[in-house]
């Protein structure tokens, strides 16, 4: 089981380096958006282990890939989405879709309804667990810097000075 869990974990490494090639990832940032991935398939895993279900799976570890996406974005200064797209891609559910439409053109309605619904319930978990850690960052964010395209940089105060 160990050799399973490793082999999964370092296939969504590879999986995520090579998706962040193959977007246009800059060089010295594909090892990390690698990194982000490989934990976010480490994380689904785990919570797969301990039984959470699709949806609570993908949701745990859409926050955890979201988390370590933007705190990569600060150290190394660079946008959040180099990170964070390749980062929840192993939660993304394509094969979902994929069983959607395969029971819909078999006309299998009640499978086919069933994997829409939990397609759909994965999907929202993944915006949701995006959007409470972009919210928490943005709570936290201390300064007025502020993040353009490439870099952060010094934004101008919104307080006249005296």
């Given at each position: 089981?160990?050799?399973?869990?490793?082999?999964?974990?370092?296939?969504?490494?590879?999986?995520?380096?090579?998706?962040?090639?193959?977007?246009?990832?800059?060089?010295?940032?594909?090892?990390?958006?690698?990194?982000?991935?490989?934990?976010?398939?480490?994380?689904?895993?785990?919570?797969?282990?301990?039984?959470?279900?699709?949806?609570?799976?993908?949701?745990?570890?859409?926050?955890?890939?979201?988390?370590?996406?933007?705190?990569?974005?600060?150290?190394?200064?660079?946008?959040?989405?180099?990170?964070?797209?390749?980062?929840i891609l192993p939660t993304v559910p394509g094969a979902g879709?994929?069983?959607?439409?395969?029971?819909?053109?078999?006309?299998?309605?009640?499978?086919?309804?069933?994997?829409?619904?939990?397609?759909?319930?994965?999907?929202?978990?993944?915006?949701?667990?995006?959007?409470?850690?972009?919210?928490?960052?943005?709570?936290?964010?201390?300064?007025?810097?502020?993040?353009?395209?490439?870099?952060?940089?010094?934004?101008?105060?919104?307080?006249?000075?005296?």
């Amino acid at each position: 089981m160990i050799i399973k869990f490793i082999a999964g974990v370092i296939g969504a490494f590879i999986a995520i380096y090579s998706f962040a090639v193959y977007i246009e990832v800059p060089k010295n940032y594909l090892l990390r958006a690698g990194l982000v991935g490989g934990i976010g398939g480490f994380t689904y895993l785990l919570s797969m282990e301990f039984q959470l279900g699709d949806v609570g799976a993908s949701f745990l570890s859409a926050l955890v890939a979201a988390i370590v996406a933007h705190i990569f974005a600060r150290l190394f200064k660079a946008p959040v989405t180099l990170f964070l797209i390749p980062g929840i891609l192993p939660t993304v559910p394509g094969a979902g879709m994929y069983r959607t439409v395969y029971y819909v053109i078999t006309g299998n309605e009640t499978l086919a309804g069933y994997y829409l619904i939990q397609t759909l319930e994965i999907a929202g978990g993944i915006a949701l667990a995006i959007f409470v850690v972009d919210s928490l960052f943005r709570a936290l964010q201390k300064g007025d810097w502020k993040q353009n395209s490439l870099t952060y940089i010094k934004g101008k105060s919104d307080t006249p000075k005296q």
